[in-house]
């Protein structure tokens, strides 16, 4: 880079490199191509197969395309059942190889077959792809339409977006995590941040296992940003050795230090107790004791968020040895199939389901409010998902508080919404 | 871009995509859907809007889900527009994909659920009829508004894409 170069942040980085200039400023609009398109059985074949008729165009490269049935799974009735059997027509009509079908939720199965690198511009047919920014790729959110355009096109415009940066120094105390930093920035920062980028950086991450990363680049939606980002480290390189993709660190990938960021906040995560987000919003989120007692239906620990194997560990951690109240009943629905069989291998499911919880297959399930898992009026659930939208996981009036898998666990033991600290110690 | 006038439909902050679209009615095709939009807050809001009313809402309109239904279920019940102090970035998307109009106008702007409002993309203005005021919203970007005015992405597109078969370069 020569001297004259501006200084860019990595959002301004991956942009720039997908829209094939050598830098781009705040606010500029631009056409970016597209490294990869991720969709999912609801969003996906079913929405866009009348629009690519419509248009009378093929998709651009069925290579660049990946396709997760995660939304209807298992089948629960004939509309899921039929909605998954033209997504599996539909992917062998088009010739795309790239197909999990019943494998676990797109935004896990994605990295954990290796498709998300460092420096990829990648569009997802789900709000939660920013989750792919843990990887240090610049991964946005996108609806049908625009996915139609995207399959035609290999291209998409976009708003160079402005960057806040959240400083995450120290370590947690025991017993708090990721889900607990997002909970808490939903409360402090609001849920719209539009048209930014969440950088996360600070002491925290050099140590902060890739789960727990995604958690954080996952709940961007929730702040309302375009998406999150983490300049890939030694834990990402590793990880990603891990899923068979041997690369060499690329020093690029992370903002230069003079590069101008809209606005900077530090949290003090050593300082940070486990969060609630009380209903109908994760901004409602506070300390676990601000909410008072609050009797609990439904423990639910699930989705793309909360039911990573990290985020079963943390259950089983606080569930070992003890039993789920009789009034609650606890659910586990891990993220993919993948997460399934190491929780099984390493004990995992041994504990929750000697403690109580019954096991679910993966998928979106109750989270989205359209598997196994849904809630009647007025019921009480916590959550470790990442919305608690009015009437989402069923019923119009059914609560949904929002926790870390530590919290969920805890409360499914005390029957109410509990801390999960002393369990712990 | 026509001028657009109707009814003003008057909501909060953070009209989430679940409220729009609720997960419990996805399975069904839009036609079913749409009767199921905001009833959770206003259960007779699909039978009582006409064409051509329009939404004025606070911030974060269309917070959520990526689905496309939240913004499809308005359009096809026949709203207008949506004006909003601002808008989740896929909603808007959505909506301009769709080729429903949507509107940012941070002004304050006073209006009652009712009164007869009409909104002028280009200019970017705001007008309450009933009460005789009008607000300044964000101009949007000449593309956006071609594609406003091509119904859509996809009309958009498939005419560029008959352009360009015809004048290969």
């Not at chain 1, 004791?289 to 909360?306: E, L, M, N, P, S």
């Amino acid at each position: 880079m020569s001297a004259q170069t501006p200084a860019q942040t990595l959002a301004q980085k991956l942009v720039a490199r997908a829209a094939g200039v050598a830098t781009v400023a705040d606010d500029q609009i631009v056409t970016c191509r597209v490294d990869l398109a991720m969709m999912h059985d609801s969003g996906g074949p079913r929405r866009v197969d009348s629009k690519l008729r419509f248009l009378g165009a093929g998709i651009w490269d069925p290579d660049r395309v990946v396709v997760v049935s995660d939304h209807f799974v298992p089948a629960v009735d004939l509309d899921s059942a039929q909605i998954l059997q033209f997504t599996r027509a539909w992917v062998a009509e088009h010739g795309i190889k790239h197909f999990y079908d019943m494998r676990g939720i797109c935004h896990v199965v994605l990295p954990e077959h290796g498709h998300l690198a460092p420096g990829m511009f990648v569009v997802g047919g789900d709000s939660h792809s920013p989750t792919g920014g843990a990887w240090g790729a610049f991964m946005v959110g996108i609806g049908a339409t625009e996915m139609a355009g995207v399959l035609v096109t290999g291209e998409i415009w976009i708003r160079v977006p402005r960057t806040l940066r959240v400083l995450l120094n120290g370590q947690f105390m025991d017993g708090v995590a990721a889900k607990d930093v997002l909970l808490h920035l939903c409360a402090t920062l609001g849920m719209e941040n539009e048209y930014r980028v969440i950088e996360f950086a600070g002491s925290l991450l050099p140590s902060l296992p890739m789960p727990e990363r995604m958690t954080l680049c996952n709940m961007t939606a929730e702040l309302g940003a375009k998406t999150g980002l983490i300049a890939p480290d030694e834990v990402t390189y590793a990880a990603l050795r891990a899923v068979g993709r041997d690369l060499t660190p690329e020093p690029h990938w992370r903002s230069d230090p003079d590069a101008a960021v809209e606005q900077s906040c530090i949290v003090d995560v050593a300082q940070l107790p486990p969060q609630v987000a009380a209903p109908h919003s994760p901004a409602n989120a506070a300390p676990v004791h601000a909410h008072g007692k609050v009797a609990i239906d439904q423990a639910y620990i699930g989705a793309c968020t909360g039911a990573k194997l990290a985020d079963l560990h943390m259950a089983a951690r606080v569930l070992k040895g003890r039993k789920v109240h009789p009034r609650t009943r606890l659910l586990v629905a891990p993220a993919s199939a993948r997460t399934m069989m190491q929780a099984s291998r390493d004990g995992t499911l041994t504990t929750l389901t000697e403690a109580g919880a019954i096991v679910l297959p993966s998928g979106c399930g109750a989270c989205a409010g359209m598997g196994a898992g849904v809630l009647a009026a007025k019921e009480v659930c916590i959550a470790s998902t990442a919305r608690n939208f009015q009437g989402r996981m069923g019923a119009k009036d059914s609560l949904v508080y929002l926790g870390s898998p530590y919290t969920v666990a805890a409360s499914a033991i005390e029957g109410m919404l509990a801390d999960p600290r002393p369990f712990l110690s | 871009m026509k001028l657009i006038g109707g009814k003003a439909f008057v909501l909060g902050d953070r009209i989430d995509t679940d409220l729009l679209a609720p997960g419990a009615h996805m399975r069904k095709p839009i036609e079913e859907l749409k009767w199921h939009c905001l009833e959770a807050v206003d259960p007779e809001f699909a039978r009582r809007v006409k064409a051509g009313d329009v939404l004025i809402a606070g911030r974060g309109f269309g917070i959520g889900s990526s689905r496309e239904q939240a913004a499809q279920a308005l359009k096809e019940l026949g709203i207008g527009c949506v004006v909003a102090r601002s808008f989740a970035r896929i909603f808007y998307r959505n909506a301009l994909n769709l080729g429903l109009p949507v509107l940012v106008c941070e002004e304050d702007f006073s209006v009652r659920a009712g009164d007869d409002v009409e909104v002028d993309i280009r200019a970017g203005v705001l007008r309450n009829c009933t009460q005789g005021h009008f607000a300044r919203a964000q101009p949007m970007p000449d593309f956006l508004i071609a594609m406003l005015d091509a119904g859509g992405l996809l009309p958009q597109l498939k005419l560029k894409l008959a352009q360009r078969l015809r004048s290969p370069c």
